[in-house]
């Protein structure tokens, strides 16, 4: 050891004399100072008195009175001092007694000298480890001190019905006091309306009350109108009751917030001269606004619109489907993005796209929602196309973590779902053929390396965790062998098993809003008023001509100019043709050409426009220019997606079926096929029932009759599966059901995890536990064979010697071992091993005792024993000293005498047990003092009855009257 004893004091608590005797002479040998007590109460006196002590050893089970643990807490209020526990027990339950109780742990008395001395050095090192922690405490004030946020903590105060009705200020730092302009020394310990007002806080102090009794965390601004100032606040719950705020004065902000409505006109303007379908909605849902494209859209008026007359316009199909998705996103102020049809003004129903949005003053006011709808009736078409293909693709993958891709092992990406490259800010076509590791952190690009490259090593899948700005994934790297033994690609899935945050402020917010009707649908808008010679082009405008709105180099001639050289020719000839038109004979233009922007962006755009006309005369022209290169582009996405689909169904390395509704297989994997033993030819047609274990055919079946009834998406169930060659596997099967354009379902997609090696393990695990009960029945038997044993050999020396001398010394011996058996049978015939029956137990011992005399038949035996149940620890000490005191009684009590009468009596009240023997018997010789008899017997209950904290009596009157009584 490396503490040396004259530098440290322990002390020993411990009711155990004889383990006390031996803990302390281990202890002094090794250099400690060492002071013993018997009791809980005595260490906490020891303690107040103010004794030096380094550390204490203490036992948990320490008789009647105050309990180990209970005396730790009483000792550790008074002074912090490292406590290590002792005990017999090594059951979790007994770990989870003093987990919290001290950090220091426990050591089993059994465990040997080096284990309690390397705990007791352990625990000193980790004392004054402690100590220099608590020095560093300060430092960390300082730095809590010197942050630039304010905080302030604060404790919730009720009333008398136990309502929160307001709250104190408990801390705050230097930051809170700059920012507020409060000193601390006022307001700490006051209350928050005293200082600011309770009537403008309401709402501040209910998300306050709410904070701290749910535990929830949130962020929100508020405005102080005591201070008059804005505030960003963070706040949550350390613990229940109690609230932290973390926050920044944003007052400037809000100010210049305040001073963007006045651009609210400008976007109003800007929504009557677009094409697209613009609406708002009150707080009360009702539409209290249309645009002027809508009115010509729909060739009504704003009586027959405004309030719930638009709904009357939507196709009966889709209008109770519409109105549910307004009304929920309204209900929670959440953006929603729908397609309903609606009728043209000619009689026709065309699609529409409809995005929703929540619109709020600048302090945070809700005000209802703005709208923006584009007709989207020619491309619909190809959607409903592309939609039926990649929704098998999107289901499946849906079936699999969050994001998938392949890659080479040198980190160039092969395949990626879109979000996984959602992501990594991109898009998947973008990131095909690029490396992984220039779109990662070079910490996170690093591990991913190492993992590559142990993946590759032992062509084994690996999974770890990482953190890519501040998103943490779980994910896994497989790899795929083209030839055996060489890793050819790796397929990454991850997982994101973080939340998302959220990030938006009201600025953005509105910002937004002004420019939705360009950035949702990348549409910009632009208008050129003749009269006044006006030029206006929208930032989205700018965006897709690739040119900066914030160059003051740029005037409308030279704008102009900028935006016909970025038509190809003959589109730019056409578009100058169309204008000239639009401008001398009023005549509207639509026209979809090549473009190529000023960045060299080469894309397809939608350019039209409508004239304005004033006095018969065309005023101005309006128009409005869209990228549509998605829409051109979308077979090709349709043939991407059906090869990125069959990619990843048939690379997984767990198992994935397409089953038509009438239970077939229509496709297979090869995972699932090596998994069954059949290759796909052999399984397609084939149901599923076809091979499923006979006992489970009914598995599974319900749930894929409530997915195609639409009660349950999706389900996950067990069973066995009978392979080609007869033999059974096991499968964790996850499913769900894709449905068609009509939302009608076709198809079943399950996914099947090959898990008969865990279901092997579990049943070896029961068959072991099986083992162990029959082995542990057998040593309990072994056990009271060797006892019986002991006591039978015994027994036959007693009855081979003539000794009397001796005799009587082997009768006392199978007398206690008599005690040990008997107790021993008690114990493991109950459930309970530590307590068992006062009465069973005590009844049983007696009558063995007295029946190992031969004379017993001529002594006559009164048991008066109440029936009650007591723990191991004092119920061994009892039965020890009722064996010595009966023993003596039939070997002296009765010399002379033909016949005997003995009594026992044994009693419990709420705080003590009475144990009494009496005997009519010829007492105590002339001149016997019982308390210094010098035999082995009574020296042995007087030990025992010490370890019991009782007292011990005796009295000789026609006889002998024992009385031993001791504290529960």
């Not at 029945?777 to 044993?789: C, F, M, P, Q, Y």
């Amino acid at each position: 050891m490396n503490i040396k004893s004259n530098e440290k004091t322990i002390l020993l608590v411990e009711d155990e004399q004889l383990i006390a005797a031996s803990t302390k002479m281990v202890l002094e040998k090794t250099g400690y100072s060492v002071i013993t007590v018997m009791t809980g109460e005595s260490a906490v006196e020891l303690i107040t008195e103010g004794k030096r002590i380094d550390l204490i050893l203490m036992d948990i089970d320490l008789g009647s009175g105050m309990d180990g643990t209970e005396a730790a807490q009483k000792i550790l209020k008074i002074s912090n001092l490292p406590i290590i526990f002792l005990t017999s027990h090594s059951e979790s339950g007994m770990v989870e007694k003093v987990k919290g109780i001290t950090r220091y742990g426990y050591v089993i008395k059994t465990s040997g000298d080096f284990v309690l001395l390397s705990s007791i050095e352990m625990a000193l090192e980790l004392f004054e480890t402690q100590k220099r922690v608590n020095e560093n405490q300060e430092r960390y004030y300082q730095l809590f001190e010197n942050i630039q946020s304010a905080f302030a903590l604060h404790e919730i105060v009720f009333d008398e019905n136990n309502q929160p009705v307001d709250f104190v200020f408990l801390l705050v730092n230097s930051a809170f006091e700059k920012f507020t302009g409060l000193n601390r020394d006022n307001i700490l310990g006051q209350h928050f309306t005293s200082i600011l007002g309770g009537d403008d806080n309401s709402e501040l102090m209910n998300k306050c009350f709410k904070i701290a009794l749910t535990g929830e965390a949130e962020t929100f601004e508020n405005y102080a109108a005591g201070l008059d100032k804005y505030y960003s606040i963070s706040a949550y719950c350390p613990k229940k009751g109690t609230f932290a705020v973390i926050f920044s004065d944003i007052t400037d902000f809000k100010n210049y917030q305040n001073d963007l409505e006045e651009r609210e006109f400008q976007y109003h303007s800007l929504a009557d001269s677009g094409l697209a379908l613009i609406w708002k909605s009150g707080t009360d849902a009702l539409c209290n606004y249309f645009n002027e494209p809508w009115y010509r859209f729909r060739g009504k008026t704003p009586e027959e619109e405004l309030g719930t007359g638009w709904l009357d316009g939507v196709h009966p199909d889709d209008r109770q489907q519409c109105n549910k998705i307004y009304m929920d996103a309204f209900s929670q102020k959440e953006k929603f993005d729908m397609q309903y049809r609606l009728m043209n003004a000619d009689g026709t129903y065309h699609w529409i796209r409809d995005l929703g949005s929540p619109n709020y003053k600048s302090n945070g006011e809700f005000l209802g929602y703005i709208g923006h709808c584009f007709d989207i009736t020619e491309s619909k078409h190809f959607e409903n196309a592309l939609k039926e293909s990649e929704e098998t693709s999107k289901t499946l993958l849906n079936s699999f973590p969050e994001s998938v891709f392949l890659m080479y092992p040198d980190g160039e990406i092969l395949r990626i779902n879109e979000t996984a490259a959602s992501r990594l800010n991109s898009c998947p076509d973008s990131l095909t053929g690029k490396n992984i590791y220039d779109f990662i952190p070079e910490e996170a690009a690093e591990k991913r390396k190492r993992i590559v490259e142990t993946v590759v090593r032992n062509k084994k899948p690996q999974k770890y965790e990482d953190e890519i700005d501040g998103i943490i994934f779980d994910n896994l790297i497989s790899p795929i062998m083209d030839v055996p033994g060489i890793v050819s690609r790796l397929a990454v899935i991850g997982i994101d098993i973080t939340e998302r945050k959220k990030s938006e402020n009201s600025l953005i917010e509105i910002q937004d809003m002004l420019n939705s009707v360009q950035h949702i649908a990348r549409i910009g808008g632009w208008q050129w008023h003749f009269e006044t010679d006006k030029f206006y082009w929208s930032n989205e405008v700018y965006r897709i001509h690739d040119l900066d709105p914030d160059d003051s180099l740029l005037n409308p001639e030279e704008l102009i100019n900028r935006s016909l050289l970025c038509y190809d020719l003959p589109g730019r000839n056409l578009l100058v043709e169309a204008f000239k038109h639009c401008k001398t004979d009023g005549e509207p233009y639509d026209l979809e050409l090549p473009f190529t922007s000023t960045a060299g962006r080469h894309m397809w755009v939608r350019t039209a426009a409508i004239p304005v006309f004033n006095g018969g005369k065309v005023e101005k022209i309006v128009g409005h220019i869209m990228d549509i290169t998605d829409y051109k582009t979308q077979k090709n996405e349709l043939v991407l997606s059906e090869e990125k689909f069959r990619t990843i169904f048939d690379l997984s390395k767990v198992g994935a079926v397409i089953v038509g509704l009438d239970k077939r297989f229509q496709k297979c994997n090869d995972a699932f096929c090596r998994f069954i033993g059949c290759t796909e030819k052999e399984l397609i047609g084939k149901t599923i029932s076809d091979v499923t274990h006979p006992d489970d055919i009914d598995i599974g079946m319900d749930a894929l009759k409530e997915m195609i009834q639409g009660k349950i998406e999706s389900a996950q169930f067990q069973k066995r599966y009978i392979r080609k060659d007869g033999s059974t596997v096991w499968g964790d099967i996850n499913i769900c059901m894709m449905k068609d354009k009509n939302h009608k379902p076709y198809v079943f997609l399950p996914v099947i995890v090959d898990i008969t090696k865990q279901k092997k393990s579990d049943e070896e695990i029961r068959r072991q536990l099986r083992e162990k009960e029959i082995i542990l029945r057998e040593v309990n038997h072994r056990i009271k064979n060797n006892i019986a044993s002991v006591e039978s050999l015994i027994n036959l020396q007693m009855h081979s010697t003539e000794n009397e001398e001796a005799i009587a010394i082997l009768q006392d011996a199978i007398g206690r071992i008599k005690s040990v058996r008997i107790l021993y049978d008690k114990l493991v015939s109950v459930d309970e091993y530590h307590v068992t029956s006062v009465r069973s137990y005590f009844e049983t011992l007696i009558d063995s005792i007295i029946n190992i005399f031969p004379d017993s038949g001529n002594v006559s035996v009164e048991k008066d024993i109440s029936d009650f149940t007591f723990d191991l620890k004092r119920l061994f000490p009892l039965g020890t000293i009722v064996n010595e005191l009966i023993t003596n009684t039939m070997k002296y009590a009765f010399k002379g005498r033909e016949s005997g009468k003995i009594r026992i009596s044994l009693h419990r009240n709420d705080v003590q047990v009475r144990l009494e023997i009496t005997d009519n018997g010829i007492g105590f010789p002339d001149g016997f003092d019982y308390t210094n008899s010098g035999g082995f017997g009574l020296t042995l209950v007087n030990i025992l009855v010490e370890q019991l904290n009782g007292t011990f009596s005796m009295q000789t009157d026609n006889g002998i009257k024992t009385v031993i009584e001791f504290n529960i």
